[in-house]
């Protein structure tokens, strides 16, 4: 692959010295964020197998990133249990990470059912087929900030918050949360994987094309020359470009097979305090990297959704030693790139994406962190 004047190579990289030939399963590998992580396992040099259903979106980052290609692919639906046991029993991975979900606040309100099934049984359904696989060192279970009981004040939630949820969403989030808790004390304290669960902000970033989301939204609508419509554009949420929670679930995995004993509970992942952005900003620097373009507000009607939301970082920071890379201005700057380079036919998706993670890299070696360091 191309350099692209980078002088850090993916192989020099501290995670990499632990992933490499590692045995990884991920759920949701499909999606957004589990098509860049599967990305990133890959070229950590760890062997990969995913289960999921099918790309939920047309066009998918999966497809344009040839993922299928290059690891044990399973199609399968997380709330079949005896179809994802097998799949895990066949692969035998020491590492597992849990993104598959219905991970849309509105499509929540319109299938609330399927929505509860599938972030709450597919929860339960995925632990229990860890539960039978020993070769599983430790699992990762991503739900998402929206999991506390937000009381729409201006403090930061912390892990030891209370969870909660307005909508049916948030709601299963919550409950996922507590279903984590539960296999986790019940089937996991003395003997077998560490389980710990990560919540994340609002992320952002290339190849992210689910409808009823600020970015693919404001990108489908500039590509077309057409007028972003905003529905709540004074609410406030934690911008983060993906690769910053994907950092923090590496980090927390690597960690969590040396020591369950100690990483075994939940973990934020979020920006820092000066990146929590109204929406309003955020399409404002949208538009302006696009170089045109314009925005109205339609809103109502509007289902209910929570207007301020941030997470307190600094267990992460203390005991995993993560901290955010991306400032909220290059995570869009770094997003609306991606989505310019798709738009402009480039040669080749994949080494562009991989040209980002190394981007990523190399920000987080200058800032010290330990993940990134080079290896001797």
């Not at 998402?144 to 299963?172: H, I, Q, T």
């Not at 909220?328 to 991606?338: D, H, K, Y």
């Amino acid at each position: 692959m191309e350099n692209m004047g980078m002088r850090v190579r993916m192989e020099d990289y501290r995670l990499a010295s632990w992933y490499r030939g590692k045995k990884v399963f991920v759920t949701g590998h499909t999606g957004f964020k589990g098509a860049w992580l599967t990305l990133w396992l890959l070229s950590l040099g760890a062997e990969v197998a995913g289960y999921s259903l099918g790309p939920p979106t047309d066009p998918a980052l999966f497809s344009d990133l040839h993922i299928k290609d290059r690891i044990r692919h399973t199609p399968g639906d997380v709330r079949d249990g005896e179809n994802l046991t097998r799949a895990l029993l066949d692969f035998e991975p020491e590492i597992v990470f849990h993104l598959a979900a219905q991970a849309l606040v509105r499509v929540s309100y319109r299938e609330p059912v399927e929505s509860f099934e599938t972030n709450i049984m597919g929860t339960a359904r995925f632990l229990e087929a860890v539960r039978k696989v020993p070769s599983v060192q430790a699992a990762v279970v991503v739900t998402s900030d929206k999991c506390y009981e937000n009381r729409e004040w201006v403090y930061a939630y912390r892990e030891n918050d209370a969870m909660g949820g307005y909508d049916p969403y948030s709601a299963s989030k919550g409950c996922a949360e507590l279903v984590t808790a539960a296999y986790r004390n019940s089937f996991f304290r003395e003997e077998g994987a560490g389980i710990a669960s990560a919540r994340a902000g609002n992320v952002i970033g290339g190849g992210d094309w689910a409808l009823d989301r600020l970015v693919p939204d404001c990108i489908r609508a500039l590509s077309k020359g057409e007028t972003i419509i905003l529905r709540n554009p004074q609410a406030t949420r934690p911008w983060q470009h993906v690769l910053e929670p994907l950092s923090g679930y590496l980090t927390l995995a690597w960690r969590l097979a040396q020591d369950k004993q100690r990483y075994a509970s939940g973990w934020n992942f979020g920006p820092a305090d000066a990146d929590v952005l109204s929406v309003l900003d955020v399409v404002k620097q949208v538009i302006a990297l696009w170089g045109q373009g314009g925005y109205e507000v339609r809103s109502q009607g509007e289902p209910h959704e929570a207007q301020l939301l941030r997470l307190d970082i600094g267990r992460a920071r203390t005991l995993l030693q993560w901290k955010p890379v991306y400032s909220a201005a290059l995570a869009i700057q770094e997003s609306v790139r991606w989505y310019r380079a798709r738009e402009e036919a480039y040669s080749s998706l994949p080494e562009f994406t991989l040209a980002q993670i190394e981007r990523y890299v190399q920000a987080a070696q200058t800032n010290g962190l330990f993940w990134a360091e080079c290896v001797s």
